[in-house]
DNA sequence: TCTGGGGTCCTAGGACCC
DNA sequence: TCTGGGGTCCTAGGACCC
């Protein structure tokens, strides 16, 4: 006997964008986007002139003369999201949050209280519409896959269940690039062979599907087009890697632009560890040139890190090197710093004393450990005072950023 | 269409060890 | 000295997701 469809993936709609005309009620009905250079959101207003998130500001306002660009209430997007997902939350703790926006839910356990899930699905909506005011699509399915999919044919503001017995029905007419996994490149390969349904796709012998996209890709999807998702709901799983990146627009790559912006990625990715009681061994750059093509540059080290101007010194060794192999190029568009082979560090979660006392006068003290007393001082400062007050002198860098660090605090926040 | 920021996972080749 | 096979780690690049 089939099991039952219990999983539930909640999606609200258009989120920041919703946020906002919430917000203002002039903006309701009007095609709004959020962001600037690139549009963060769009409203289903703006949709239906071919805005889509991720795409240039420019081109947007093309597309959708009458485009209003708005934004910038970060706590609210946080708060209303917390706020939507807490609403599904009630139902079971049985939860796991993709995103700001966005959850699975596992209500197999929470029938005999609520219902059936399709009920819970419609208290849901219900709720987050009346307590929260924004609309959210709700997909029922079996498979967090055809969850997922259910939730976006749902959309906006819909619910759709998938009953066990229709499932194949449901999957084999829906485009390839509704599965979860298929993005362009690979869109535009299965079109390359003729595939463009889901159904398509399920009758691609598997030996095609490996040779054309990979043996983990092409399994992956002869499995789900099939309908076999064998993956479960995660309630909690760790970081393996913090990174930041910088876009710059085309600078000259010379040190007084290298320089800077290393040392605030640095800053970023070693303060976002040390609150996190991180540190990693694998340190990782991105350099991306004028023409958008980006070359990495990483290096692997016997013991993991979290101070600041370790990692800032590493990094910018990275980058020089990466600049090295790439002499010809002179200008860069985008710095990136990254580290991963994440370990909990014991010794971070102790109280040190906060004493900013330098090298010279602590006799026997390794350099790395006095930075370290150094940088979580920084941090405690900065708990306190706020991020701006104290930094590692390459604060004037924000000038031609186009997304504000309000913005990224918000994508690095612990969901 | 030349575009942000933070992530995950996969692949392929090479080094190294047993 | 040469050779085989398996496993693991590292590095660089790429696709994808939100």
Request: hydrophobic share 45%; proline share 5%.
């Amino acid at each position: 006997m089939a099991a039952a469809a219990t999983i539930l993936h909640a999606d609200l709609d258009a989120f920041y964008a919703s946020v906002e005309q919430l917000l203002d009620p002039s903006l309701r009905g009007k095609p709004i986007a959020v962001g600037g250079g690139v549009v963060l959101a769009a409203s289903y207003e703006a949709k239906a002139f071919g805005v889509r998130g991720g795409m240039p500001g420019r081109l947007a306002r093309q597309l959708c003369p009458h485009l209003q660009f708005v934004g910038g209430h970060y706590q609210e997007y946080q708060r209303l999201g917390d706020a939507a997902i807490d609403v599904v939350r009630d139902f079971t703790p049985l939860i796991e949050r993709v995103s700001i926006d966005e959850a699975f839910a596992d209500v197999t356990g929470s029938v005999h209280l609520f219902g059936p899930p399709v009920d819970m699905a419609q208290m849901i909506r219900s709720r987050v519409s009346e307590e929260v005011g924004l609309p959210i699509s709700v997909g029922v399915a079996r498979t967090k896959h055809l969850a997922k999919i259910a939730s976006q044919v749902a959309k906006p503001d819909g619910l759709v269940v998938v009953e066990p017995e229709t499932e194949l029905d449901f999957l084999h007419d829906l485009p390839v690039e509704l599965m979860w996994g298929v993005g362009p490149v690979t869109k535009e390969r299965l079109a390359e062979i003729g595939v463009l349904t889901i159904g398509e796709l399920a009758e691609t012998p598997g030996r095609s599907l490996e040779r054309l996209l990979g043996r983990a890709v092409g399994g992956k999807l002869g499995a789900l087009a099939w309908n076999r998702d064998p993956r479960e709901i995660e309630t909690h799983h760790r970081a393996r890697s913090v990174s930041a990146q910088s876009a710059l627009g085309k600078k000259p790559a010379t040190a007084e632009v290298i320089g800077p912006t290393v040392r605030h990625l640095a800053d970023r990715v070693a303060s976002r560890m040390r609150a996190k009681s991180k540190a990693g061994r694998t340190v990782t750059v991105r350099v991306r040139f004028a023409d958008l093509r980006a070359v990495t540059r990483s290096v692997t080290l016997p013991a993991a890190i979290s101070a600041t101007s370790i990692l800032a010194a590493i990094a910018a060794d990275l980058v020089a090197a990466a600049l090295d192999d790439h002499s010809d190029e002179k200008v860069i568009s985008l710095l990136a710093i990254g580290v991963s082979h994440l370990e909990n560090d014991a010794a971070l979660q102790l109280e040190l004393p906060f004493e900013l006392e330098n090298e010279e006068r602590r006799p026997g003290t390794e350099k790395g450990a006095a930075r370290w007393v150094l940088d979580r001082a920084v941090d405690a400062v900065r708990d306190k005072f706020g991020r701006e007050s104290v930094g590692y002198g390459s604060v004037a860098l924000r000038e031609g950023g186009s997304v504000p660090d309000d913005f990224r605090e918000l994508a690095e926040k612990e969901l």
